[in-house]
């Protein structure tokens, strides 16, 4: 237990692991312990969008929107192969928000966020545009489409924790921090092994609380800090049903109770549909889409696509718990999604909570966060300038997002020549999952065959491997619902396979995690 570093992190959900990177490349020596999987709380179970959140502006919510809006372009830039641009299309419904007032709200999306790369709103005419085909008949007859971005949310924590790692941050998951404790002016925590119940202690200067929805359990196991603030947990679940449409826009439908609710493209050959806004009571690792909540998006969005969609027709749910800041709001959808920090000095050294985030904010969150910490981290190990770096996580790519935003299909094109044996669609999915890294997990294969078992879907043993040695992978359900959404496409049989495999080639299984939505 010689070693103090300089920052230890509990959490690695987005925000946890963004932190770690940052202050990683910064030069600090870095700690982070996640309790389950990278991303198995909050952060996979988003909308999968990078974007302003246009409703936002309704609760004036602009600094958020501003910050979010630029940092749509900076983060497709550093991740080309998981962000990609997505227009929506926003039709104007008589007796809900008027026209004048969408018209006004789209204009300030495009104007206050230096968008450079994105096209601008347009409107659009439905009786005559192929994205008023699947609305019902002359119900709806104008629209306004206008862009953001798509993310595979699983898989942007977990190249942000890679990243964080390759620059020397110690990553561990599946350990739990037990208890936190100071002495000397120095943090204590005690991390538990949850597969083998091993313990062990390490030192940090300073701490940061990234743990989500369990940010006042991590308080509670001993900071002797009573938090001024208090999360709200508030229940946001998805349901995905077959392709609803043949084009590639997606849908933000507005609701009569005020909510909006989007209809978006979603793994080639499905609709994600969501999301939910409830308070939340229990424990996060048990939330689950209630039948309440899937029949309240169906009808939602039956009211304006001709063919309705129903309950029978859902094939998977998932549902998380948001740890929004407790601002005193009377309706979950109005609870800030604006971040707060609290920061304690209880015995000298530093604890720093954070609540609330979003996907599409982790980046600028980390960089606030740092700038907090940053007089204990420059006083406890001092740097040539450590504000110098400041801004270095929007510039370097992500791994494997090494490309142009635009280069994705060609970098598809060069699997395909280099790797004869791929479909088109498996080397497709392959540069949308790693980018440039591609190449890293498929080596020196001349065909399929060299490529090791394969387990459906296009999963293969090779890429399993990769997954194991390179992305922290430990079960079956880590692989199909996180590192990508094979669950999706592989039957239970081709799964259970792919846990005997694990378990004949000795990966260790973490203890049983909460099943990954409602797959029917």
């Not at 989007?262 to 939330?287: C, S």
């Not at 081709?494 to 694990?502: G, I, K, N, R, T």
Request: proline share 4%; aromatic share 8%.
């Amino acid at each position: 237990m010689d070693r103090i570093f300089d920052l230890a992190i509990i959490g690695g959900g987005i925000n946890g692991c963004g932190i770690a990177r940052d202050a990683a490349g910064r030069g600090n020596s870095i700690f982070l312990c996640e309790m389950n999987d990278l991303a198995s709380g909050t952060s996979s179970w988003s909308t999968k969008l990078v974007h302003g959140g246009l409703r936002y502006l309704e609760y004036y919510e602009f600094r958020l929107v501003r910050e979010a809006l630029i940092e749509r372009e900076v983060l497709w830039q550093i991740a080309p192969h998981i962000i990609r641009p997505l227009r929506f299309v926003l039709p104007h419904h008589a007796g809900l928000r008027p026209a004048w007032l969408l018209r006004l709200g789209l204009f300030l999306y495009d104007h206050i966020g230096g968008r450079k790369l994105l096209p601008p709103t347009r409107s659009v005419d439905l009786t005559r545009d192929e994205v008023g085909k699947p609305l019902v008949p002359n119900r709806f007859t104008r629209a306004f489409e206008y862009s953001d971005c798509f993310v595979d949310d699983a898989r942007l924590v977990v190249l942000t924790a890679r990243d964080a790692a390759d620059r020397g941050a110690e990553i561990r998951t599946r350990s739990r921090a037990v208890e936190i404790r100071q002495a000397d002016g120095i943090w204590h925590v005690t991390v538990e092994d949850t597969v083998s119940g091993a313990r062990s202690t390490i030192r940090a200067r300073a701490l940061v609380n990234a743990g989500g929805p369990w940010v006042e359990n991590v308080l509670a196991s001993g900071a002797g800090v009573n938090a001024k603030a208090k999360v709200r947990l508030v229940q946001g679940s998805h349901v995905v049903v077959r392709k609803l449409y043949a084009h590639d826009r997606a849908y933000m439908f507005q609701n009569s109770d005020g909510r909006i609710v989007f209809v978006i493209p979603y793994q080639d050959d499905f609709t994600l549909i969501g999301t939910t806004d409830r308070d939340y009571d229990g424990d996060p690792a048990k939330v689950k889409a209630t039948g309440e909540e899937i029949k309240y998006l169906c009808d939602s969005v039956s009211e304006y696509l001709a063919k309705p969609v129903k309950p029978e027709d859902v094939v998977w749910t998932y549902s998380g718990v948001r740890p929004l800041y407790d601002d005193g709001a009377s309706e979950a959808k109005a609870a800030t999604r604006d971040y707060v920090f609290e920061l304690d000095t209880p015995g000298g050294a530093p604890l720093l909570s954070i609540y609330g985030g979003k996907i599409t904010t982790y980046r600028r969150l980390a960089e606030e966060a740092l700038e907090r910490l940053a007089p204990y981290l420059r006083s406890a190990a001092p740097r040539a300038d450590f504000k110098a770096k400041q801004g270095w996580t929007g510039k370097s790519p992500l791994p494997g997002g090494d490309i142009d935003v635009s280069a994705i299909a060609a970098l598809t094109a060069e699997l395909v020549r280099n790797y004869p044996f791929l479909t088109s669609a498996h080397a497709n999915r392959l540069a949308h999952a790693y980018g440039t890294r591609a190449a890293k997990l498929l080596g020196e294969a001349k065909s399929l065959d060299d490529l090791g078992q394969s387990f459906g879907a296009t999963l293969t043993e090779s890429e399993v491997r990769y997954l194991i040695a390179n992305e922290w992978a430990r079960t079956a359900e880590d692989i199909v619902w996180r590192r990508s959404k094979l669950g999706l496409r592989l039957s239970a049989a081709e799964v259970a396979a792919l846990e005997d495999w694990m378990a004949a080639n000795h990966v260790a299984s973490g203890p049983p995690l909460r099943e990954a939505g409602g797959r029917t």
